[in-house]
Structure formats: structure tokens, C-alpha cells
């Protein structure tokens, strides 16, 4: 039981860090040790977790699965150690979290005051920003993070998935028409988002290829609540996240068009930084924010 633990540890950290020898030095061990271990439990596993060449290694769609469950596993093994060395004590202490300005005010605010009546010791300290911050420079526990990840100095858990939706008020489209090709999104007002700068390009799937139309409009903004906003004022079409809209959806007052270009969902991660023991209030806090997830059927993971 020891060895195949100590397989899943050298098998989560390569995944993280990118490399066989990073990982080695991580972990205190030989590279051929590594590398031993990993044959092993692919051995074990009858699949292969890791493609690798001299030149690049890769996670494989198994591998990534394996992953996302054998890190839960782990970090469940250290949180039920972490108890027993503390006496069973509560949870304390502050969580800093980094995340958007729409997800924590609509999501997690509203939530919180049950969080804390759970655990009453546990602050939290919420940094509002859409950058990508540094949580080791900026001394963050946790932070949401959607699309893909990069940063090998990181350890991730999916809690969601976030689906990009076309929609528009009703009364717009009264007003003005449904396009029904990508082409008529031309002719209509079009409400822009703007990142770090940058106006997005809105993604779509086009018999599975990726095709992407100017986000530019004649409103434009930084910020997810003024999309929403712009939309409800009738203002023209947008491209953003679905569970922003979702009481106005089921209302009727925002209506989905070009459903069957919609892109594939991208999950949303909560990540820490890799290397450290994760306390306690801060396992709890990621199990918070993934119960959100869970609760809203356009952040589910899978569903849709």
C-alpha cells in the first residue's frame, strides 16, 4: 500500500512539475526512481497515464483523470492526518482567496455567512481582481482560475465547468432580429469584453473546428456584472458565461441564440501552490467552493 501511495505522490508531482528530474529533485529521489515508479503504475493501471518523448512530456486524457482523483485522494489522506496530529481540533485561521469580481459577489458572497457558521474560526480575505496574481508572491492560499493551466507551480482541483453562451435581451431581438449564422453577428450591436487590455474574440465550434468572431462592439468593458448589465439594458449581443444570466434565462427576459456553434466548456480550477501543506481551513474552503459548483447547473462539471 506504501509503494502504490508513494507511485500516486511521484505520479502527482511529475504531472505538476512538468518533468521526470524536477520531479526527482522534489521528491528527494533518482530520476530512474521516478521514472521506475511511473512504469509501474501504468504497468498496474493497463493505460498510459504520461506521453513522453526526449523533447516534451504530455498528460494523457486517462492520465488527466487519474490525476484529478488521485490528488483528492491525497490531499483526503493528509487532511484525516492533519486531524488526528491536531486532536480533532476545528479548523482556524485566515483564507485568502483570489478570484473574479462577478464569481465572489454573485456566488461565494451569498454563500458565506453558511460557511462561516461551520467554521466559525476561519476568516477570509477576499483579493477581487481579473489578473492571474501570484499566490506565492501575493501570499494567496487558493485562487479560481478557468481554461487551461499552465503553471507547473501549481496544484489544481476542477470544480466547474464554465460554458460560453451567445444571448441577447428579448426585447433586442424583437427590435432588431435573431441572426441565425455567424455571419449576421455583423449586422448587430455587439457588447464587448475586455481583458488585460484586449478585446476578446468571441469562440465558436464549427463542425469541430475553432472559429473566432471580432468581440468588438459598440459598448465595451472590463468587468463580467456590466456585460450582464449591457445585455439587460438591450443594449445588442453578447458572448459570456452562462451562469451569469441564469435567473434571466429561466425568465425569458435573455434569450440563448447560435446554441449549435457554442464552444466546449472550460473547466474552472481552484488552485494552491504546489509544495505546501495545505491547512485545513484552507481543504475546507476549495470543498466550499466546489459545493458552489455543484449547486449551479451551468458550473457543473459535465453537465450541459
Known amino acids: 500500500m506504501m509503494d502504490k501511495l508513494d507511485a500516486m505522490r511521484t505520479f502527482v508531482r511529475v504531472v505538476e512539475s512538468g518533468s521526470f528530474s524536477q520531479a526527482a529533485r522534489d521528491l528527494n529521489v533518482s530520476q530512474p526512481t521516478v521514472s521506475k515508479q511511473l512504469a509501474a503504475l501504468e504497468a498496474r493501471l493497463g493505460t498510459q497515464l504520461l506521453a513522453r518523448n526526449s523533447r516534451t512530456l504530455a498528460v494523457t486524457p486517462a492520465g488527466q483523470d487519474y490525476y484529478e482523483d488521485t490528488l483528492r485522494i491525497l490531499q483526503d489522506l493528509d487532511f484525516a492526518e492533519e486531524r488526528v496530529a491536531a486532536g480533532q481540533s476545528a479548523p482556524s485561521g485566515l483564507v485568502r ?34 489578473r492571474h496574481v501570484d499566490l506565492i508572491e501575493e501570499g494567496m492560499d487558493v485562487a479560481i482560475r478557468i ?4 503553471d507547473s507551480a501549481l496544484v489544481a482541483r476542477r470544480i466547474g465547468d464554465m460554458r460560453m453562451i451567445t444571448l441577447a435581451s428579448a426585447g433586442y431581438l424583437a427590435r432588431h432580429g435573431t441572426p441565425r449564422t455567424l455571419d449576421e453577428l455583423s449586422h448587430h ?15 465558436f465550434d464549427v463542425d469541430g473546428r475553432q472559429v473566432t468572431v471580432d468581440g468588438g462592439g459598440a459598448f465595451r468593458t472590463n468587468d463580467a456584472e456590466h456585460v450582464r448589465g449591457a445585455v439587460l439594458a438591450g443594449l445588442g449581443i453578447a458572448h459570456h458565461a452562462s451562469w451569469l444570466f441564469t435567473d434571466v434565462l429561466a425568465s425569458g427576459e ?12 472550460f473547466p474552472i480550477h481552484a488552485v494552491t501552490a504546489a509544495g505546501r501543506r495545505m491547512p485545513s481551513r484552507v481543504r475546507h474552503f476549495i470543498e466550499f467552493l466546489a459545493a458552489i459548483c455543484a449547486e449551479e447547473p451551468e458550473l457543473r462539471v459535465g453537465d450541459g
Request: proline content about 8%; glycine content about 10%; hydrophobic content about 45%.
Open 97 to 130: 482567496v483570489t478570484l473574479s469580481p462577478a464569481f465572489g459577489r454573485m456566488l461565494v458572497i451569498p454563500r458565506l455567512a453558511a460557511f462561516r457558521e461551520t467554521f466559525p474560526d476561519v476568516s477570509v480575505e477576499m483579493e477581487v481582481s481579473g
Open 147 to 150: 481554461g487551461r493551466l499552465s
Open 189 to 203: 450591436q455587439r457588447i464587448g469584453y475586455v481583458y488585460q487590455g484586449n478585446i476578446v474574440g468571441w469562440g
Open 254 to 265: 435573455v434569450v440563448r441564440i447560435l446554441d449549435e456553434y457554442a464552444p466546449p466548456a
